[in-house]
C-alpha cells in the first residue's frame, strides 16, 4: 500500500502573506496577536491543500516565523547570552532579536550569524554553542501547532530539525571544543520533546538529519544508532521517520539508519541517486523521494511509476513524498499569469507536486481507475512536448561552447601587474571604500517599477524617474565621500531576474515566490533553453551614472554560477553546460561596459560557495567548470580595467584556491556577523587580490558606531595586508531604508579614515 507524506510545504503563504505582515509587525503598525492570526490562516491553508491532495501524513512544525533553525535554538533554549533571554518561554522579541538585531535602549546586539542551507539558496541562522552549554525545552511550539492541527480535524506529522544536524550546523566558541560534544546533554530534551508529542497523540514523528548525507567523520558516524536508539525510546506509541535529503546516503551511514530502532526513513531519489541501491533491502518502511522539491518542472509520472514497481519487491508500506520539503518551490501554478501557455504546461509548482504525488499512489493502488490513466495520458504529451519544443534549442550558443580553450579564460596579464596599472589609473586612498551594489529600494520605487509594467507610466517617464532616483544616490555617495561609486540599481528588480529579462532562454513568473530567508522572498527566474544575449543590458545605466560624477563608477554585473544557482534550472542538460551559456552572454557585456568607459566592473557571485556539492568527492568537478565559468566572464577585458567580485556568507576554507584562481582583482564578502572569523582562511591562505570585508549588516535595520566598524576593520588588518583591504557593507543595500543606510555608510567612511590615520 502507498501513502503519501509530505517533508514539509512553504510558508510564506501564496501572496506572500507572512512576509507582509511580518514587516507590518516589525514595524510596529499590528500587534503579535494579528500577526499570529495570519500566521495560523497560513498553517490552516496548508493543512487543507495537503488533504485535498490525498496527503496521507500532513506535516506540521514546518510553519516559521523566520527560519527552523532559528525556531530549534528557541525550542531547546540555545539562546546566547548577550540577547539578555531571561529563561522563561522564548519571547517574538528575543526571537526577532536574533534574526535581525536589536538597536533600543534595552538591548543593542547584532543577529547572528546567518548562513546558507546545505547547497540552496534558503538562509538559516547559525546556532552559538559553549563548552558549559546549557539546554532546556523552552518553546511550545511544535505543541501547539499539534494541538491547532488536531482541533481542526488534522493528525499531523511533526518535524523536528534532529539532534546531530542541529549541533553540526552550528558554531563553538573555542577551538579546543566540539559542537558534537554537546550530544548527551541535548538528547534528554529532545527525548522529553518527542515523548510530549507522543502523548499529545502523533503517531508520526519526522527528525530532520539532512547531515547525515554530508560527509562525515567517524566520531560522528559511531554516534548515529545509539542517537536515533536514545530518540526511539522516548517516542512511547508514536512512530519515527528520519529524513535525509539533498544528497545519498554513505553506505556505512545508510547501514547506521537500518540497524537502528526507528521506523522509517526517507530517501532523496532526486539528488541522491545512489539511495537506489538501498531500497530493494531495507526492511524499515521507506518513504521515496521522487518528485523533485527544488525544481519546478512537471515529473515523467510513468518513470516514476516505474521506478516505484522495479525498486519495491516486498509488502511493506511505503510512503512517496517529494525529495525535500517544498519550502523552495512556490505555491500553486494555477495563481500563475504570466509564463507562456507553452511553457506552464510543462511545470508544476508545491501544490501540483501534490496532484503528481496523488496520481501516482492512486494509479499504484488501483491500476484499474481510467481517469488516472487518463491524467497519466497528458503527462506523457506534456513531456514529450517539452522534449520536442523548438524554443529549447539554439544551434549558435551550442557552437559558441565549443571554442573555449585557455584563451577564453586568461587575463593578458598577471594580479601583481594588473595592480600597479589600477594603483596609477585610479590614485585611490589607503582602505578605500565602496558599496557592493543596490541601494534601498523603496515603496516610490516599487511602486513606478509596478506603474510602468501596467502600462500606467508612460516609459519617458520612468526614464525619468529612475534618472533622478540614480542621480540623487550619487549625490549622497558623494556627500558621504565613498571613494567608488555605484549607480544603485533603481532600474533593477532583481539581481538574477533583471539579467534573465534581457536574456534568450529565460522565462518569468508572476507567482512564483519563495522564501530566502525571513520576509525576503525571490522570485527565481526560469531556465527552459539555450541562452543568449541580444543585446547590452547595463550600458545606459552605468554610461548615465558615470557622466553624473568625477568619481569612479563600478559597472554592476551577476556572475554565471549565481544567475544559475538563483533561477530554476532546466534539468534536460547538464548545469555546467547552462553556466557556459550565460557566462558569454555576461563576457559580452562586459566588453561592452569597458569599450563605453566602466573602468571598474563587478562581477557578483555570492552563490558560488552555495552550489558546491555537498559531496567532497564531487568538488573539484564543480569548482573547475564554475572558476571557468567566471574566467570566461570576465578576462575579456584590458590589464587597465579592474575586475571586482563578491560572495554571501559561507565557509571558505575548503574552497580558498578556487576563490583565488578567479582571479578577480578584488574580492568583497560578508564578514560582519561572524565578526570577522570568516578572515581566519585568509591567515592560514595568503590570498594573493585584494578583499573588501564586510564591516555592517545589511540584513538588519541595525546601525553599528564608528567605533564598531573601525574595531572589525583592526581585526582584520590581523589576517590581510592593510594595503590590500576595501571597505564596504556587507552586501547590497536594497532591503534597508534611507535613513539607516546612509548613518551606517557614514559611520563606515569614518571608520576608513581612522584607520587611514591611525595606519600612517
Known amino acids: 500500500m502507498i501513502k503519501i507524506s509530505t517533508i514539509g510545504y512553504p510558508r510564506i503563504g501564496p501572496k506572500r502573506e507572512l512576509k507582509k505582515v511580518l514587516e507590518l509587525f516589525w514595524k510596529g503598525e499590528i500587534s503579535e496577536n494579528e500577526l499570529e492570526k495570519t500566521a495560523k490562516e497560513l498553517r490552516k491553508q496548508n493543512w487543507q491543500v495537503q488533504k485535498a491532495n490525498g496527503v496521507d501524513l500532513i506535516s506540521s512544525n514546518d510553519f516559521s516565523f523566520y527560519d527552523q533553525v532559528l525556531d530549534t535554538i528557541c525550542l531547546l533554549g540555545a539562546i546566547p547570552k548577550r540577547y539578555k533571554w531571561s529563561k522563561d518561554k522564548v519571547s517574538l522579541k528575543t526571537y526577532f532579536a536574533m534574526a535581525r538585531g536589536s538597536q533600543d535602549k534595552e538591548l543593542d546586539v547584532p543577529a547572528l550569524e546567518m548562513t546558507k542551507w546545505f547547497d540552496t539558496n534558503y538562509h538559516y541562522l547559525v546556532p552559538e554553542f559553549s563548552a558549559d552549554q546549557t539546554f532546556s525545552l523552552s518553546s511550545n511550539k511544535p505543541f501547539d501547532e499539534f494541538n491547532e492541527a488536531k482541533s481542526l480535524g488534522y493528525i499531523t506529522k511533526p518535524i523536528i530539525l534532529g539532534p546531530l544536524s542541529f549541533l553540526l550546523l552550528g558554531k563553538s566558541n573555542n577551538q579546543d571544543f566540539r559542537t558534537l560534544d554537546l550530544l548527551d546533554k541535548i538528547l534528554p530534551i529532545y527525548k522529553e520533546i518527542i515523548g510530549k508529542l507522543s502523548d499529545l497523540g502523533a503517531e508520526w514523528i519526522q527528525i530532520d538529519e539532512p547531515i547525515l548525507v554530508k560527509d562525515l567523520d567517524e566520531e560522528v558516524v559511531a554516534r548515529i544508532t545509539p542517537t536515533l536508539n536514545e530518540l526511539k525510546k522516548a517516542s512511547k506509541n508514536s512512530k519515527i521517520l528520519i529524513a535525509t535529503y539533498f544528497e545519498s546516503l554513505d553506505e556505512k551511514i545508510q547501514k547506521k539508519l537500518s540497524i537502528s530502532d526507528i521506523d522509517a526513513i526517507h530517501l532523496d531519489l532526486l539528488r541522491g541517486v545512489e539511495n537506489k541501491n538501498y531500497i530493494q533491502n531495507e526492511k524499515k518502511i521507506l518513504s521515496l523521494g521522487i518528485i523533485d522539491g527544488r525544481n519546478i518542472w512537471k515529473s515523467d509520472l510513468n518513470q516514476k511509476i516505474k521506478v516505484i514497481q522495479e525498486s519495491i519487491k516486498s509488502e511493506n508500506e511505503v510512503f512517496i513524498s517529494t525529495s525535500c520539503s517544498l519550502l523552495y518551490c512556490p505555491y500553486d501554478l494555477d495563481l500563475e499569469k504570466k509564463i507562456p501557455n507553452e511553457i506552464k504546461r510543462w511545470l508544476s509548482f508545491s501544490k501540483q507536486k501534490l496532484n503528481e504525488l496523488n496520481l501516482i499512489k492512486k494509479f499504484i493502488n488501483n491500476k484499474d481507475d481510467k481517469n488516472i490513466s487518463k491524467e497519466l495520458e497528458q503527462n506523457r504529451l506534456d513531456i514529450l512536448d517539452r522534449q520536442n519544443s523548438k524554443l529549447i534549442h539554439d544551434s549558435f550558443v ?303 535595520p541595525r546601525v553599528p558606531s564608528i567605533e564598531e566598524m573601525t574595531n572589525l576593520l583592526m581585526k582584520a588588518t590581523k589576517n590581510v595586508d592593510s594595503e590590500k583591504i576595501w571597505v564596504n557593507p556587507d552586501c547590497g543595500l536594497k532591503t534597508r531604508g534611507w535613513p539607516e543606510t546612509i548613518s551606517a555608510l557614514q559611520n563606515m567612511v569614518l571608520a576608513a579614515k581612522n584607520l587611514r590615520k591611525s595606519s600612517g
Open 398 to 700: 551550442k557552437k559558441r561552447l565549443e571554442t573555449i580553450d585557455s584563451s577564453t579564460t586568461k587575463r593578458k596579464s598577471g594580479y601583481t601587474q594588473r595592480s600597479k596599472i589600477h594603483k596609477d589609473i585610479f590614485k585611490l586612498p589607503k582602505f578605500p571604500t565602496t558599496t557592493i551594489g543596490s541601494f534601498p529600494q523603496t515603496l516610490d520605487v516599487r511602486q513606478a517599477r509596478a506603474k510602468f509594467k501596467k502600462g500606467e507610466l508612460d516609459e519617458a517617464s520612468y526614464e525619468k524617474f529612475l534618472k533622478d532616483k540614480t542621480i540623487a544616490a550619487i549625490k549622497k555617495q558623494e556627500e558621504i565621500d565613498i571613494d567608488v561609486i555605484v549607480h544603485g540599481e533603481f532600474e533593477r528588480n532583481d539581481m538574477v531576474e533583471y539579467f534573465g529579462e534581457h536574456l534568450k532562454g529565460f522565462t518569468f513568473s508572476s507567482s512564483g515566490w519563495v522564501q530566502s530567508y525571513g520576509s525576503r522572498c525571490v522570485k527565481p527566474p526560469i531556465i527552459y533553453g539555450d541562452i543568449s544575449r541580444s543585446k547590452a543590458m547595463t550600458i545606459h545605466w552605468s554610461k548615465f551614472a558615470q557622466e553624473q560624477t568625477k568619481k569612479i563608477v563600478k559597472g554592476m554585473l551577476t556572475g554565471p554560477i549565481t544567475i544559475l544557482q538563483w533561477s530554476f534550472v532546466r534539468d534536460d542538460q547538464p548545469r555546467k553546460n547552462t553556466t557556459q551559456e550565460i557566462a558569454f552572454a555576461i563576457r559580452d557585456e562586459v566588453k561592452d561596459l569597458e569599450q563605453n568607459g566602466i573602468k571598474i566592473i563587478q562581477i557578483d557571485e555570492p552563490a558560488l560557495r552555495e552550489g558546491l556539492p555537498l559531496k567532497k568527492g564531487k568538488w573539484k568537478n564543480y569548482l573547475d567548470w564554475s572558476v571557468e565559468c567566471f574566467k570566461i566572464a570576465s578576462s575579456v577585458v584590458k590589464d587597465e580595467t579592474q575586475i571586482h567580485t563578491h560572495m554571501c556568507y559561507g565557509e571558505f576554507d575548503d574552497i580558498i584556491e578556487s576563490i583565488a584562481a578567479l582571479d578577480a582583482d578584488v574580492i568583497s564578502i560578508e564578514t560582519s556577523r561572524s565578526r570577522m572569523e570568516l578572515l581566519k582562511t585568509f591567515e592560514k591562505f595568503k590570498y594573493p587580490n585584494e578583499i573588501g570585508p564586510g564591516v555592517f549588516d545589511i540584513h538588519s
